[in-house]
Each structure stands twice: as structure tokens, then as C-alpha cells.
């Protein structure tokens, strides 16, 4: 059974860094896609960062680039999000999913964002402040 834990959250003052963790059992990180969503008040649920399970590429969403770093602890079962200039318009809870599904052999390599969102397993999320 899927299971996924975040932790790291908090309040912080704008150009603050935090690292979120998504302590992950039940499955092999190596085989599932894996992400971050995000969603802030009154707003739909967003994609922020994820890592593809067929070749390991990873990918942001344009308003995390050069800012957030996504990486994975296969021998701790531990996903991390590194957020680093944080800014108040990324307020929000931030969600760790992940989905063992795979797109059709035709489609190619590309971001496993709908996969995620249509077919993942999701963790409790964990809350995001930036204010001063």
C-alpha cells in the first residue's frame, strides 16, 4: 500500500529557503513518477516539480525554475523539494504524489504532470508560508 508523509513546511520571511521531505513505503521509488503540486487559496491545484519514472528527467513548472530543486533518496524511500528565494505568491500547501502509471509507447518522453494528477496516490500535504 501507497503510503506518503510531507514534513517541512512552515512560515518564513520572503528570500528564505525551506526543504519539504514526502517520506514514501508500500512501492520502489525507482519505478513510480513522482511530483510536487501545490495549491494556494481560492486557486486550482498546480504542478511545481516532478520526475519521470522512464528515464529519470525532471521537470518545473516555469515559476519554480532556478529556484526549486527536486530530487530523490532511493535508499531512504525520500523525495525532497528544495525551495530556495521563496516568494509570497508561493503560499500554499504543497502536495507529494506519486503514480506508477505509464503514457502510451507512442507518446514519447515528456513530463508525467496528468499522470500524476488523473492517477496518483496523494500525501496529506504540508503547509507553505512566505511573509514578512
Known amino acids: 500500500q501507497v503510503q506518503l508523509a510531507e514534513s517541512g513546511g512552515g512560515l518564513v520571511q520572503p528570500g528564505s529557503s525551506l526543504r519539504l521531505s514526502c517520506e514514501t513505503s508500500g512501492f520502489s521509488l525507482r519505478s513510480y513518477n513522482i511530483g510536487w503540486f501545490r495549491q494556494a487559496p481560492g486557486k486550482e491545484r498546480e504542478g511545481v516539480s516532478c520526475i519521470s519514472r522512464s528515464d529519470g528527467s525532471t521537470y518545473y513548472a516555469d515559476s519554480v525554475k532556478g529556484r526549486f530543486i527536486m530530487y530523490k533518496d532511493n535508499t531512504q524511500s525520500t523525495v525532497y523539494l528544495q525551495m530556495n528565494s521563496l516568494k509570497p505568491e508561493d503560499t500554499a500547501v504543497y502536495y507529494c504524489?506519486?503514480?506508477?502509471?505509464?503514457?502510451?509507447?507512442?507518446?514519447?518522453?515528456?513530463?508525467?504532470?496528468?499522470?500524476?494528477?488523473?492517477?496518483?496516490?496523494w500525501g496529506q500535504g504540508t503547509q507553505v508560508t512566505v511573509s514578512s
Open positions: 504524489v506519486v503514480s506508477s502509471a505509464k503514457f502510451p509507447s507512442d507518446y514519447g518522453v515528456r513530463a508525467p504532470w496528468d499522470l500524476l494528477r488523473d492517477f496518483g496516490s
